[in-house]
Protein backbone atom coordinates (compact mmCIF):
# COMPACT_ATOMS: atom_id res chain seq x y z
CA UNK A 1 0.00 0.00 0.00
CA UNK A 2 0.82 3.32 -0.76
CA UNK A 3 1.42 5.92 1.87
CA UNK A 4 1.06 9.14 -0.57
CA UNK A 5 -1.36 9.18 -3.57
CA UNK A 6 -0.04 8.90 -7.23
CA UNK A 7 -1.16 8.63 -10.86
CA UNK A 8 -2.04 5.21 -11.43
CA UNK A 9 -1.55 2.72 -14.07
CA UNK A 10 -4.23 4.52 -16.28
CA UNK A 11 -2.87 8.28 -15.06
CA UNK A 12 -5.50 8.91 -12.85
CA UNK A 13 -4.02 10.20 -9.83
CA UNK A 14 -5.97 10.22 -6.32
CA UNK A 15 -4.28 13.17 -4.58
CA UNK A 16 -8.35 15.07 -5.24
CA UNK A 17 -10.15 12.15 -4.19
CA UNK A 18 -8.26 11.72 -0.93
CA UNK A 19 -8.69 15.66 -0.44
CA UNK A 20 -12.32 15.80 -1.78
CA UNK A 21 -13.01 12.41 0.59
CA UNK A 22 -11.50 14.24 4.09
CA UNK A 23 -12.89 17.25 3.23
CA UNK A 24 -16.69 15.75 3.05
CA UNK A 25 -15.93 13.98 6.14
CA UNK A 26 -14.80 16.50 7.76
CA UNK A 27 -18.22 18.35 7.47
CA UNK A 28 -20.00 15.17 8.02
CA UNK A 29 -18.82 14.60 10.82
CA UNK A 30 -19.25 18.70 11.93
CA UNK A 31 -22.65 18.44 11.31
CA UNK A 32 -23.03 15.48 13.44
CA UNK A 33 -21.18 16.56 15.91
CA UNK A 34 -19.25 13.23 15.37
CA UNK A 35 -15.35 13.07 16.51
CA UNK A 36 -13.24 12.69 13.46
CA UNK A 37 -10.07 11.14 14.98
CA UNK A 38 -6.54 10.68 13.57
CA UNK A 39 -7.09 7.31 13.26
CA UNK A 40 -10.35 7.56 11.42
CA UNK A 41 -8.79 10.20 8.95
CA UNK A 42 -6.15 8.05 8.33
CA UNK A 43 -7.83 5.12 8.02
CA UNK A 44 -10.17 6.69 5.22
CA UNK A 45 -6.93 8.68 3.74
CA UNK A 46 -5.86 5.06 2.91
CA UNK A 47 -8.94 3.79 1.81
CA UNK A 48 -8.47 6.43 -0.46
CA UNK A 49 -5.51 5.90 -1.64
CA UNK A 50 -6.19 3.97 -4.32
CA UNK A 51 -9.77 2.70 -6.31
CA UNK A 52 -8.68 -0.58 -5.43
CA UNK A 53 -10.63 -2.12 -2.66
CA UNK A 54 -8.10 -2.42 0.52
CA UNK A 55 -8.15 -4.87 2.94
CA UNK A 56 -8.05 -4.38 6.77
CA UNK A 57 -5.22 -6.33 7.16
CA UNK A 58 -3.09 -4.00 4.71
CA UNK A 59 -4.42 -1.09 6.47
CA UNK A 60 -3.34 -2.02 9.81
CA UNK A 61 0.59 -3.00 8.22
CA UNK A 62 0.48 0.60 6.81
CA UNK A 63 -0.88 2.18 10.73
CA UNK A 64 1.78 -0.13 12.34
CA UNK A 65 4.20 1.20 9.92
CA UNK A 66 3.06 4.51 11.13
CA UNK A 67 2.79 3.91 14.71
CA UNK A 68 -0.69 5.39 14.53
CA UNK A 69 -1.99 2.42 16.03
CA UNK A 70 -1.71 -1.28 15.43
CA UNK A 71 -4.50 -2.74 17.20
CA UNK A 72 -7.05 -4.92 14.87
CA UNK A 73 -9.60 -3.90 17.12
CA UNK A 74 -9.16 -0.24 16.84
CA UNK A 75 -8.75 -0.64 13.22
CA UNK A 76 -11.98 -2.44 12.41
CA UNK A 77 -13.92 0.29 14.94
CA UNK A 78 -12.43 3.17 13.12
CA UNK A 79 -13.75 1.11 9.66
CA UNK A 80 -16.75 0.67 11.23
CA UNK A 81 -17.40 4.33 11.75
CA UNK A 82 -16.50 4.91 8.65
CA UNK A 83 -19.08 2.52 6.97
CA UNK A 84 -22.09 3.65 9.55
CA UNK A 85 -21.44 7.16 8.49
CA UNK A 86 -21.85 6.67 4.76
CA UNK A 87 -17.63 7.58 4.17
CA UNK A 88 -16.46 3.99 2.69
CA UNK A 89 -18.35 0.70 1.80
CA UNK A 90 -17.86 -2.67 2.25
CA UNK A 91 -16.98 -4.99 -0.99
CA UNK A 92 -18.26 -8.08 0.80
CA UNK A 93 -16.62 -10.58 -1.81
CA UNK A 94 -13.53 -9.16 -1.77
CA UNK A 95 -13.89 -8.47 2.22
CA UNK A 96 -12.14 -5.27 1.31
CA UNK A 97 -13.24 -1.70 1.66
CA UNK A 98 -13.64 1.00 -0.72
CA UNK A 99 -14.31 4.92 -0.25
CA UNK A 100 -17.88 6.36 -0.93
CA UNK A 101 -18.03 8.63 -3.91
CA UNK A 102 -20.99 10.04 -2.27
CA UNK A 103 -21.11 10.49 1.31
CA UNK A 104 -24.07 11.93 3.54
CA UNK A 105 -26.46 10.86 0.46
CA UNK A 106 -28.43 8.00 0.93
CA UNK A 107 -28.30 5.42 -1.77
CA UNK A 108 -27.62 2.11 -2.38
CA UNK A 109 -23.92 -0.01 -2.81
CA UNK A 110 -23.71 -1.01 -6.71
CA UNK A 111 -20.11 -1.68 -7.47
CA UNK A 112 -18.54 -2.09 -10.67
CA UNK A 113 -15.00 -4.21 -9.94
CA UNK A 114 -12.81 -4.85 -12.66
CA UNK A 115 -10.82 -8.42 -12.37
CA UNK A 116 -7.88 -7.01 -14.34
CA UNK A 117 -6.41 -3.66 -12.97
CA UNK A 118 -8.80 -4.53 -9.44
CA UNK A 119 -10.42 -1.12 -9.37
CA UNK A 120 -13.82 -0.62 -7.94
CA UNK A 121 -16.30 1.86 -9.05
CA UNK A 122 -19.62 2.46 -7.11
CA UNK A 123 -22.37 2.92 -9.67
CA UNK A 124 -25.66 5.26 -9.06
CA UNK A 125 -28.57 3.93 -10.46
CA UNK A 126 -32.10 4.36 -8.78
CA UNK A 127 -34.00 2.62 -11.61
CA UNK A 128 -31.60 -0.26 -10.39
CA UNK A 129 -32.59 -0.11 -6.86
CA UNK A 130 -35.96 0.22 -7.94
CA UNK A 131 -36.64 -3.26 -10.20
CA UNK A 132 -34.72 -5.31 -7.44
CA UNK A 133 -36.94 -3.70 -4.93
CA UNK A 134 -40.19 -4.36 -7.59
CA UNK A 135 -39.08 -7.71 -7.92
CA UNK A 136 -38.41 -8.33 -4.45
CA UNK A 137 -41.98 -6.98 -3.69
CA UNK A 138 -43.86 -9.64 -6.31
CA UNK A 139 -42.12 -12.43 -4.30
CA UNK A 140 -43.58 -10.99 -0.83
CA UNK A 141 -39.88 -9.84 -0.10
CA UNK A 142 -39.56 -6.46 1.38
CA UNK A 143 -36.16 -5.16 0.54
CA UNK A 144 -34.73 -3.42 3.34
CA UNK A 145 -30.83 -3.14 2.72
CA UNK A 146 -29.09 -4.24 -1.19
CA UNK A 147 -25.52 -4.25 -2.47
CA UNK A 148 -24.66 -5.54 -5.69
CA UNK A 149 -21.09 -6.29 -6.76
CA UNK A 150 -20.93 -6.79 -10.77
CA UNK A 151 -17.20 -8.23 -11.63
CA UNK A 152 -15.89 -7.58 -15.06
CA UNK A 153 -13.14 -5.63 -17.18
CA UNK A 154 -12.92 -1.48 -17.03
CA UNK A 155 -13.07 0.28 -19.94
CA UNK A 156 -9.35 1.25 -19.59
CA UNK A 157 -8.44 -2.03 -19.10
CA UNK A 158 -10.42 -2.96 -22.41
CA UNK A 159 -8.89 -0.60 -24.09
CA UNK A 160 -5.03 -1.59 -23.45
Known sequence: MKKTAKASAH?????HCIEDALAAAEKLCSEKDLRFTPLRR???ELVWSSHKPVGAYALLDEL?????????PTVYRALDFLIDNGL??????????VGCSHPGEAHRG?????GDCGNAEELHSDGL???ISASANR?????????????GTCADCRKA
Open 64 to 72: RNEELGSAP
Open 88 to 97: IHRIERMNAF
Open 139 to 151: RGFAARDMTLEVM
Open 11 to 15: GHDHK
Open 129 to 131: AES
Open 42 to 44: RVL
Open 110 to 114: FFLIC
